[in-house]
């Protein structure tokens, strides 16, 4: 009988150790299987007397009940951790952690600015409700433009509007700050458009200002030039065609040789073999009595292109909705841009 307790203890002892499947069922095996311990005793029990035989019968088959009992509270217990960490496949990939990735406006943009720092300009920002007066009147707009009617700017109580473009920034610049100017200034602009293809009521515009004595048109050239090697490859040509804004004069737009026929004529630019990115010129005399600067004393140039153009020619985007539908799939495209 003090074996059988024992063998019981061994048991317990033994059963605090198992940790997996395969360990449990060789405990089971041990002690309550076939060739286990308990029925090695029931083989033994023949060499008793009748009356010891049916004592010891009771003890065997209360401890196989009471070890079979642990075994299967066991069972669940190996079985649950086998379910959650027993099967694991270690060398499976693991689950993707989704990384942002910029907006390819911001990249574009991040892309102007850099060029443009590089060759001594700051970056200035302006204000995106502003007054009639640094919107229209004080860049020479005539009263009459059309940029002023109801259909083409959001206006707002008390001569406010949504800025149609970043060129206001240019009077806040020089009204802050004496000459000489070199500036890029990026912003978000509004225009009652119907949204298009190409069109957008919210867009970017990146607008420049470079004041000092002596400026002239070669200057505007040669810095256009450059960024615009710099931005779309040496093998892309600039042209600059005879154009008008109430700010700049002379103005002129500025135009590239189209990067998929190489200024033969496609479709991609209308036949034409040049697609514009910017409006250009030397500021108008006007423009520096508004901002308080003497005419007679500098020159300077100015410059202002659609960051969302500029970035469907680049990446080859179709269609300018495509900036501001959250699309996760166009977005992820410029992932490690
Ligand atoms: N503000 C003009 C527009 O929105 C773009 C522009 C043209 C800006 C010529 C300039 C410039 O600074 O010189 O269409």
Redesign the pocket.
């Known amino acids: 009988m003090n074996s059988l307790d024992r063998c019981l203890e061994e048991f317990h002892k033994d059963a605090q150790r198992v940790r997996t499947l395969d360990e449990l069922n060789r405990l089971k095996g041990r002690y309550v299987g076939r060739k286990g311990v308990l029925n090695d005793y029931l083989k033994q029990m023949k060499a008793l007397s009748p009356e010891k035989r049916r004592e010891t019968g009771q003890k065997i088959n209360q401890l196989k009940k009471i070890m079979e009992e642990e075994i299967s509270q066991l069972q669940k217990v190996v079985g649950q951790s086998t379910k959650k960490y027993g099967k694991v496949d270690l060398t499976l990939p693991g689950n993707a952690i989704p990384s942002g990735s910029f907006h390819p406006i911001t990249l574009i943009l991040n892309r102007i600015i850099e060029i443009f720092f590089s060759l001594g300009f700051r970056v200035e920002e302006g204000p995106e409700i502003e007054t009639e007066y640094y919107n229209f009147e004080a860049l020479n707009f005539p009263s009459e433009h059309p940029a002023r009617d109801e259909q083409d700017s959001f206006f707002l109580p008390h001569n406010y509007l949504l800025r ?4 206001p920034v ?1 009077i806040r610049t020089m009204e802050k700050y004496p000459p000489p100017l070199k500036v890029v200034v990026p912003g978000r602009c509004y225009r009652r458009d119907p949204m298009d293809a190409t069109h957008s009521m919210v867009f970017h ?1 990146v ?3 470079v004041v000092a004595e002596g400026i002239s048109m070669g200057h505007l050239k040669g810095t256009i030039e450059l960024f615009s090697r710099r931005l779309f490859g040496a093998n892309r040509k600039v042209r600059f065609r005879p154009s008008f ?1 109430p ?2 004069e002379p ?1 002129a737009e500025v135009d590239i040789s189209c990067g998929v026929c190489a200024g033969e004529g496609c479709r991609s630019c209308g036949y034409s073999g040049w697609l514009e990115i ?4 030397l500021v108008h005399p006007n423009v520096f009595k508004s901002a308080g600067y003497n005419p007679e004393a500098i020159r300077g140039f ?3 292109m659609g960051v969302e153009r500029i970035a469907m020619l680049k990446y080859g985007i179709p269609d300018i909705r495509l900036f501001f539908e959250n699309d996760l799939y166009f977005l992820s495209q410029f992932r490690g841009l």
């Not at 149609?164 to 060129?167: D, E, G, L, N």
Request: aromatic share 16%; hydrophobic share 35%.
């Open positions: 149609t473009h970043t060129s240019q515009q607008e420049g200002l804004f700010f700049t103005s910017m409006g250009a010129g100015a410059f202002g």
